[in-house]
């Protein structure tokens, strides 16, 4: 079979399509210019290498010689990996959604030779059926169109761009203020599943921005409620089938209210969002249960997505041997024969049934089952008239056992990119994963991160890539990829105190300012104002599967004001909450990690600093013990040596000096500093009688 353009390519999704029959281009000036010179319409297909409704699109219509005819004939085609360029991805998907009320992916566009979109839609079969048009019947209907209609489809395209650029305020108001914020916690209330966790109804998220926003809320305010609803939500996920209990690690979502059925696809961002979350929980609450979850979601990660001890893989598919799943479910006699005489208490404790456990999309059952738990171990235990122990000593022994049987079939795609964006989120989730742990291996990858991330990711004028490849990076970084790693190293920074970490984070942030701030939109463009490639830049707020950049951006220049006292940092920060405060207060829910933020601006009451002449000094570590582990979302805690000089920029570090030689501790509260203090005992007497803190 002979390749198409996109064997040139160095995307696993792009590669994926080389094969086809359809004469893909890339997303290149080469593409428009031969649409202009042919008059033909852009038929614009964005997707990525483990997306499951991609691969079926692909198998019945991309591969398809007939289907293949029609779209090369009507369209000049170009193909997208929507990991590569989220640029591209996040304007058309505004368009889809704008159009249709909705998206996803496979995202289908088709647009005018000059990159202005008149259709869109996700998924289309090979052939029209279930009120659903077929990919051939609507190549023909745009060609009729095209050539008979032309005016109007010009019309339409130039109507969408000009709504697009039309700023849809949907309210004027230019603050929020506490009682915001206690909108945003009724809200997520009134849409919180008491029964199974989590938020509104199937298909249902993880979305670990709603939980950070609710562990916080718990913390300053004490409001049972919300803990109550992060617990329930994290319990019923680790029990479900949105885990994998075999090899651990999160799927994408459930397709069902319960977290039984999931979508099998596991991605970085996933592990990273909700490692930051479990190791949160566990360091409000001290319930070891979510240490253990933690605990687990790293082993996965380790051994599946780890690159060279320094960096992370994407993610996996959901598909393999062409069917979504089957890396992951079993059948009963199968499972019979795997344990033996096991196979009757595991039965009983992973709910497996002999026509299978679950029902597929036109409800019938598959005979296959998906390993979960129906209730927590304590429970499993008394049925079974065992002890909790050692039901949690047999179930590890039958994941041994089961996990080896597993490795054998054939693995779903692993996607090799490393995406600069996707890491900064993961160096997120284990640096606070390494301040409840301590473990020495996470630190080794912390910094061996930052090593990667300076040979390979940063240019030489500061600037960064947003993901690496075959040994070659690619694609200039967009916001994300600054937001997300500028999140991660300040994480790393306050999580290690190793300053080489801030320092990084500094430099991104003042950078990101320059490519990505508009004055005029009082916020962050997605796309460097100078890099644009589509009719608008975008501009994002909205969370989605991962927290928005402008989401992001306000937690860490909240958080660089903090440290350095620079009014810029602080400026910015209030001109783009004014911007959120415009559309956020009418859906405060839908914006929760800059809730997140906001919450811990409206809360901060205190800063301690310790400074220490070196880390062997004894009053030293007695700080550091006090303050190890414990979780502070209204303070900062920093520990600093004057010796280390090249944070010289952070101004209100300056003013902090060792006293007699002595580690010695700064309390400010509200505007107001207390003495210096050389005594650990005196300085915790204070603490704990004005810092009003969990």
Same mark, same amino acid.
């Given at each position: 079979m002979s390749l198409n353009r996109l064997a040139k390519e160095k995307s696993p999704y792009l590669q994926q399509h080389a094969h086809n029959p359809v004469d893909w281009y890339p997303w290149c000036n080469e593409a428009f210019e031969i649409a202009k010179k042919l008059d033909k319409p852009i038929f614009l297909s964005i997707g990525y290498s483990t997306c499951h409704w991609c691969h079926v699109m692909e198998r019945e219509s991309f591969d398809d010689e007939k289907v293949a005819e029609v779209l090369n004939d009507v369209f000049v085609c170009i193909k997208v990996d929507r990991e590569e360029r989220p640029d591209i991805d996040a304007f058309y998907m505004k368009v889809c959604q704008m159009m249709t009320g909705s998206g996803g992916w496979p995202l289908t566009i088709i647009m005018t030779p000059d990159k202005k979109p008149f259709f869109a839609g996700t998924y289309f079969p090979k052939e029209s059926r279930y009120n659903r048009i077929g990919i051939v019947d609507l190549a023909l209907n745009v060609k009729n169109v095209w050539?008979?209609?032309r005016a109007d489809v010009e019309n339409s395209a130039n109507s969408l761009i000009e709504y697009l650029k039309q700023k849809n305020d949907e309210s004027k108001k230019d603050?929020?203020?506490?009682?915001?914020?206690?909108?945003?916690?009724?809200?997520?209330?009134?849409a919180f599943d008491k029964v199974y966790g989590g938020f509104g109804s199937a298909p249902k998220f993880p979305t670990p921005q709603n939980l950070l926003f609710l562990l916080d809320y718990f913390a300053l305010k004490n409001e049972q409620t919300a803990l109550q609803m992060v617990e329930k939500t994290l319990v019923k996920m680790r029990l479900g089938g949105i885990f994998d209990h075999i090899g651990f690690g999160f799927h994408r979502y459930s397709t069902d209210i319960k977290w039984l059925v999931p979508h099998f696809e596991k991605m970085l961002y996933d592990q990273a969002m909700l490692l930051y979350t479990y190791s949160k929980a566990y360091q409000i609450t001290k319930n070891q249960f979510y240490l253990n979850v933690a605990n687990e979601i790293v082993e996965y990660v380790l051994r599946e997505l780890l690159f060279e001890n320094k960096a992370f893989y994407s993610s996996e598919d959901a598909d393999s041997e062409g069917e979504e799943g089957k890396f992951y479910l079993f059948e009963y006699k199968e499972l019979q024969k795997i344990l033996g005489d096991e196979f009757e208490p595991f039965s009983k404790v992973f709910n497996v049934q002999s026509s299978g456990n679950f029902e597929d999309f036109f409800g019938e059952n598959v005979n296959k089952n998906i390993l979960h738990l129906s209730k927590p171990i304590s429970e499993l235990a008394d049925e079974l008239s065992i002890s909790p122990k050692n039901l949690e000593n047999k179930i590890d022994l039958w994941r041994k056992v089961i996990f080896d049987y597993r490795e054998k079939r054939e693995k779903p795609f692993k996607d090799k990119k490393i995406m600069t964006d996707w890491n900064g989120l993961m160096i997120a989730g284990l640096s606070v994963y390494y301040t409840v742990t301590k473990r020495k291996d996470i630190l080794e990858i912390l910094v061996n991160y930052l090593s990667f991330f300076k040979d390979n990711l940063l240019k030489e004028d500061g600037s960064i890539f947003h993901l690496y490849i075959d040994n070659q990076a690619k694609v200039d970084g967009f916001l994300d990829d600054y937001a997300f790693s500028?999140?991660?190293?300040?994480?790393?920074?306050?999580?290690?105190?190793k300053s080489e970490f801030l320092e990084m984070a500094n430099s991104l942030l003042d950078l990101s300012i320059v490519k990505f701030w508009s004055d005029d939109e009082k916020a962050f463009y997605f796309t460097s104002n100078d890099k644009c490639e589509t009719a608008i830049n975008t501009l994002d707020f909205f969370d989605g599967a991962v927290p928005s950049g402008n989401s992001v951006m306000f937690f860490v220049l909240n958080k660089f004001y903090l440290y350095s006292g620079i009014t810029d940092y602080f400026e910015k920060a209030e001109r783009l909450e004014k911007t959120f405060a415009k559309f956020a207060d009418s859906n405060p829910s839908a914006y929760n990690f800059f809730n997140f933020g906001l919450q811990r601006k409206f809360s901060h009451n205190f800063e301690v600093v310790v400074v220490y002449p070196d880390e062997n000094d004894e009053e030293f570590k007695k700080y550091k013990e006090f303050f190890e582990g414990k979780y %502070?979302? #209204?303070?900062?805690?920093? %520990?600093? #040596?004057?010796?280390?000089?090249k944070l010289s920029n952070f101004l209100f570090w300056n003013d902090y000096k060792l006293v007699q030689d002595k580690a010695t501790a700064y309390l400010c509260s509200n505007f107001s500093c207390s003495p210096p203090f050389t005594n650990f005992e005196l300085f915790v007497k204070e603490f704990e009688r004005n810092i009003n803190a969990k």
């Open positions: 050539t008979n209609r603050y929020l203020d506490e009682n915001y914020l206690e909108d945003a916690f009724q809200s997520l209330r009134f500028i999140f991660g190293f300040i994480e790393a920074f306050e999580s290690t105190m %502070f979302p #209204n303070g900062l805690i920093i %520990f600093f #040596n004057p010796n280390y000089n």
